[in-house]
């Protein structure tokens, strides 16, 4: 098992681009949630999705959107790139959601100039 | 929306001296999680604990749940270099959401 990728590693955008950062995992989890983390600031929750079809906000989901369209991936859309959304941005999963252990793929580190 | 107060912020050590991270809410949780991420890692599970006044042991790591199920801690035995990394508690409410502290940097001095 791969357990959870994220892709891309390292990317850089320009104020107002838009991208999309990748998530998948092969554990068959029907909870999976986005995280980004700030020095000082620890893992603040932006959206997390419990199965297929659904999806929620966290803390902090202003400029970024989500879709759940199949088990595996969970991709997060940032609309029109900030500054401000300049963080290291990871994706987790997990079998039955706030009550288990929750796997973290690599992170993804994103700056935007 | 539910807050987690982590402290300390930062702890130095020398090898061999005990450390403690605390982890309060002013909730009661359903459940706590402890993590733990080395420096450009991600983090990784290390102990969920669930009922109240509930201490689990991971060799030289004790995690322990309030008795009231607000508060939670993780203690080091003789810490070693090994132990060197940021520790996160989780907290579990009444959502489907997991709220994590803002960590305790561990440092060790050899």
């Known amino acids: 098992n791969a357990g959870v990728t994220q892709t891309p590693k390292f990317q850089v955008l320009k104020t107002g681009q838009s991208m999309t950062l990748q998530c998948a995992q092969d554990m068959n989890h029907e909870y999976m949630s986005w995280y980004r983390q700030d020095p000082g600031m620890g893992l603040r929750l932006i959206h997390y999705s419990v199965g297929a079809g659904i999806t929620d906000q966290g803390e902090v989901p202003n400029g970024y959107n989500v879709s759940r369209s199949t088990t595996e991936d969970f991709p997060l859309r940032l609309l029109s790139a900030a500054p401000s959304q300049t963080s290291v941005y990871f994706c987790?999963?997990?079998?039955?959601?706030?009550?288990?252990?929750?796997?973290f793929g690599p992170g993804t580190r994103l700056t935007v100039l | 929306g539910q807050q987690v107060m982590q402290i300390p912020q930062y702890q130095h050590v020398q090898e061999g001296e005990d450390f403690t991270t605390y982890c309060n809410s002013s909730?009661?949780?359903?459940?706590i999680q402890w993590y733990k991420q080395r420096p450009g890692g991600h983090p990784v599970f290390l102990i969920q604990l669930v009922k109240s006044g509930e201490v689990k042991k991971q060799k030289r790591l004790t995690f322990q749940f309030g008795e009231a199920k607000k508060n939670s801690s993780l203690h080091i035995t003789a810490t070693q270099t090994t132990d060197v990394g940021t520790y996160f508690c989780a907290a579990g409410g009444s959502n489907y959401k997991l709220t994590f502290g803002k960590g305790t940097l561990l440092t060790v001095n050899p």
């Open positions: 909730t009661t949780l359903s459940n």
């Open positions: 987790a999963s997990s079998y039955k959601g706030r009550l288990d252990e929750q796997f």
